[in-house]
């Protein structure tokens, strides 16, 4: 990795936590409340699609700025923005699909085409992608913004999957499960790239999350287990924040050095 020099102002410690098991437990209850937490929103307490856009817009502003101001990993912090990046990329999706008639096919293609130019982009003015260098604010940016797209994506692509497609939500949730196992296998027994196969597990946990909490939350006459989404979200928000205190007490996801 090339050696970069910062300025006092530029340079913090890392700003994400390390990739562990906790990490991708959290990941998939964040994403499927992402999920559920829209649809309670936008239909349990009638805010409509554009309220709740607004409103949810508004809170992730918020919280990105205090994520993006601070100088060192925050669990809760850290956590409270990607649950809200989560919900904003589902609405984001469902903007595009129910208020301007885009179709899955098209958001899905148009977000990875977004995603990929994102990686390109940061890419090209940082050289490297590894979530152990978010450093900078630079980084950062670019680290939130390739988030976003993974979450309007997966969205988009589970939707796809699950309804264009009539794989159903159980059906759905087991293929991309699948394709996380696969990708897993090839990087622990194949040395598949540590930094490829992170931002694709990361981008599968998204569809696999938005499955799963439909399935949950859904009717059982639409084919899901009819738990509803206030049940749904309280599960796993409440799952959401033991884990995070439990994180910020033993530090055990902490990224203790600078990578230069």
Do not use: C
């Amino acid at each position: 990795m090339n050696t970069l020099s910062h300025t006092n102002s530029e340079s913090l410690l890392n700003k994400v936590p390390e990739v562990t098991l906790y990490f991708w437990i959290i990941k998939i209850l964040a994403t499927t409340v992402g999920e559920t937490a829209a649809d309670f929103l936008n239909v349990n307490l009638n805010f409509g699609l554009t309220g709740t856009s607004v409103t949810m817009a508004a809170l992730l502003s918020a919280f990105l700025v205090a994520q993006v101001r601070g100088r060192q990993y925050i669990p809760w912090l850290y956590w409270v923005t990607v649950v809200l990046i989560s919900v904003v990329g589902t609405l984001i999706t469902d903007n595009l699909v129910d208020n301007l008639g885009v179709s899955l096919e098209a958001a899905t293609g148009a977000f990875s085409i977004a995603l990929i130019a994102t990686f390109a982009l940061w890419y090209r003015s940082e050289r490297t992608l590894s979530i152990h260098s978010i450093f900078t604010r630079k980084r950062e940016l670019y680290y939130w913004a390739a988030i976003l797209f993974t979450f309007a994506l997966g969205t988009a692509a589970g939707d796809l999957a699950a309804e264009s497609l009539s794989l159903g939500y159980g059906v759905a949730a087991l293929i991309f499960g699948g394709e996380i196992a696969v990708i897993t296998v090839l990087h622990y027994g194949f040395k598949m790239n540590a930094v490829l196969a992170f931002w694709l597990a990361y981008i599968l946990t998204r569809p696999l999350g938005a499955s799963f909490g439909d399935l949950l939350s859904q009717p059982v006459a639409d084919g899901g287990l009819g738990l509803g989404t206030v049940v749904t979200s309280g599960l796993f928000l409440t799952a959401i924040a033991s884990l995070v205190a439990f994180l910020t007490i033993t530090r055990k996801d902490v990224i203790e050095k600078e990578v230069a």
